[in-house]
Nanobody
Framework: QVQLVESGGGLVQADTSLTLSCAASGRAARRYLMGWFRQAPGKEREFVAS????????VYAKSVEGRFTISADDAKNTVYLQMTRVKPEDTAVYYC????????????????WGPGTQVTVSS
C-alpha cells in the first residue's frame, strides 16, 4: 500500500514555472513506479510523465517533453514535477500515481492515486 498527496498547484501566468510535489508514504512506496497524470475539464485523464525512485528511468508525454521535468528524492519519499514555459493548455487537475509495473503510460496500470492538485494557466 502507498498513500500519495500532491501539493504545489495554483494559478500562474503563461510562460512561467511551477513545481508540483507528491509525498509518498507507506513502507513499500519505493517499490512502485511513480507517475504524473492530468485531467482537463471534459477530457480524459492523460499521462504526463513517470519515473522510478533511482531516477534511472523517466519518460514524458510529447506534449510536455522539453518543458516539464520529473524527479524523485528517495530520502524524502517525494516526487516532483517541474513545469516550465507553461501554456494555457496545461490547465488541469494534476494527479500523482503509483504502479507496481516496471514501466507504463496507461492510467489503468496505476493502482494508487492522490487526490489531485489544480493547475490553472492564464494567458
Amino acid at each position: 500500500q502507498v498513500q500519495l498527496v500532491e501539493s504545489g498547484g495554483g494559478l500562474v501566468q503563461a510562460d512561467t514555472s511551477l513545481t508540483l510535489s507528491c509525498a509518498a508514504s507507506g513502507r513499500a512506496a519505493r517499490r512502485y513506479l511513480m507517475g504524473w497524470f492530468r485531467q482537463a475539464p471534459g477530457k480524459e485523464r492523460e499521462f504526463v510523465a513517470s519515473i522510478n525512485w533511482n531516477g534511472g528511468y523517466s519518460v514524458y508525454a510529447k506534449s510536455v517533453e522539453g518543458r516539464f521535468t520529473i524527479s524523485a528524492d528517495d530520502a524524502k519519499n517525494t516526487v516532483y514535477l517541474q513545469m516550465t514555459r507553461v501554456k494555457p493548455e496545461d490547465t488541469a487537475v494534476y494527479y500523482c500515481a503509483a504502479t507496481i509495473a516496471s514501466y507504463s503510460r496507461h492510467r489503468n496500470d496505476y493502482g494508487f492515486w492522490g487526490p489531485g492538485t489544480q493547475v490553472t494557466v492564464s494567458s
